[in-house]
């Protein structure tokens, strides 16, 4: 009796201290998961290409964007802009495993465990982020094709703008996926706000030429720092409407905000009205 007594009389262990095993564990499982169905592997990576290579074929020497160097025709253009749509493809629907998760009744599992909801939110948008990243990397295989000659500074560089905004999406993804329980109505989301992201971000058309409420637009839209920041990195002597270090630091303030509002909805209590 007196040791159940003790027993229970010992401080509780902070849940803080379980944060890291619990979220590597759901950030291995969404390597693994998504490496497993090799359709969405192909499906991620082959619609922007055939995209890029198909519109930027269309417009071929039709469109010029200036005088920076290698930027001759719309494929070039186009390049860092169909990285991005990698990123974001991945990044968004990478979080449509938190609704499978909702329906197979894991994430319940999870949510009743001894661990943080900061885990949960960490281990899901770290391996959303990684994925993301990881498949816009290897996009970069094609930048010959695009006139880019890449040095190990500029790969360097480009991976941290990948992974800014691969977190940054992910989060997002995270929060707009966390109180939905159907794939359909996430899908309308996407279609709806995330897509028109993109559209303002200044890969299909440059800033400066754009009418004066769409560039307003284009401003307020932080996808457009990073389509932005890799245009100056992917073609240094192209004229961009931000420096590099402007473009990074909106995208670090974006990673934040979203990450922050994604475990906010992560521990948000709901309430039912009383009968």
Same mark, same amino acid.
């Given at each position: 009796?007196?040791?159940?007594?003790?027993?229970?009389?010992?401080?509780?262990?902070?849940?803080?201290?379980?944060?890291?095993?619990?979220?590597?564990?759901?950030?291995?499982?969404?390597?693994?998961?998504?490496?497993?169905?090799?359709?969405?592997?192909?499906?991620?990576?082959?619609?922007?290409?055939?995209?890029?290579?198909?519109?930027?074929?269309?417009?071929?020497?039709?469109?010029?964007?200036?005088?920076?160097?290698?930027?001759?025709?719309?494929?070039?253009?186009?390049?860092?802009?169909?990285?991005?749509?990698?990123?974001?493809?991945?990044?968004?629907?990478?979080?449509?495993?938190?609704?499978?998760?909702?329906?197979?009744?894991?994430?319940?599992?999870?949510?009743?465990?001894?661990? !943080?909801?900061?885990?949960?939110?960490?281990?899901?948008?770290?391996?959303?982020? @990684?994925?993301?990243? @990881?498949?816009?990397?290897?996009?970069?295989?094609?930048?010959?094709?695009?006139?880019?000659?890449?040095?190990?500074?500029?790969?360097?560089?480009?991976?941290?703008?990948?992974?800014?905004?691969?977190?940054?999406?992910?989060?997002?993804?995270?929060?707009?996926?966390?109180? @939905?329980?159907?794939?359909?109505?996430?899908?309308?989301?996407?279609?709806?706000?995330?897509?028109?992201?993109?559209?303002?971000?200044?890969?299909?058309?440059?800033?400066?030429?754009?009418?004066?409420?769409?560039?307003?637009?284009?401003?307020?839209? !932080?996808?457009?720092?990073?389509?932005?920041?890799?245009?100056?990195?992917?073609?240094?002597?192209?004229?961009?409407?931000?420096?590099?270090?402007?473009?990074?630091?909106?995208?670090?303030?974006?990673?934040?905000?979203?990450?922050?509002?994604?475990?906010? @909805?992560?521990?948000?209590?709901?309430?039912?009205?009383?009968?």
């Amino acid at each position: 009796m007196a040791t159940q007594t003790a027993a229970l009389s010992r401080p509780i262990a902070p849940a803080s201290a379980g944060l890291w095993l619990p979220a590597f564990t759901l950030w291995w499982r969404e390597i693994v998961r998504f490496y497993r169905q090799k359709s969405r592997v192909i499906g991620v990576l082959a619609s922007p290409l055939v995209f890029w290579v198909v519109l930027g074929s269309g417009f071929g020497n039709s469109f010029r964007s200036g005088g920076g160097q290698g930027q001759q025709n719309f494929l070039d253009y186009f390049y860092p802009g169909t990285l991005i749509l990698i990123v974001l493809f991945t990044s968004i629907f990478a979080m449509m495993s938190l609704i499978e998760d909702r329906k197979e009744g894991f994430l319940l599992s999870v949510m009743v465990a001894p661990v !943080p909801r900061s885990a949960i939110v960490l281990g899901k948008v770290l391996g959303g982020t @990684m994925l993301a990243a @990881m498949q816009g990397m290897i996009f970069l295989i094609f930048a010959p094709f695009a006139g880019v000659q890449l040095h190990p500074l500029q790969v360097l560089l480009v991976a941290v703008v990948v992974f800014l905004v691969s977190f940054a999406l992910t989060a997002l993804g995270f929060a707009i996926a966390w109180p @939905m329980d159907s794939t359909s109505a996430f899908h309308g989301i996407i279609n709806l706000f995330l897509i028109p992201l993109w559209l303002l971000s200044g890969a299909l058309f440059r800033l400066s030429g754009a009418s004066v409420w769409i560039r307003a637009l284009m401003y307020m839209n !932080p996808l457009t720092y990073g389509v932005e920041a890799l245009r100056d990195l992917l073609y240094p002597g192209m004229e961009t409407s931000f420096d590099l270090a402007h473009s990074m630091a909106t995208l670090l303030l974006f990673s934040l905000a979203m990450f922050g509002l994604a475990f906010l @909805m992560a521990n948000r209590r709901t309430t039912r009205p009383a009968a």
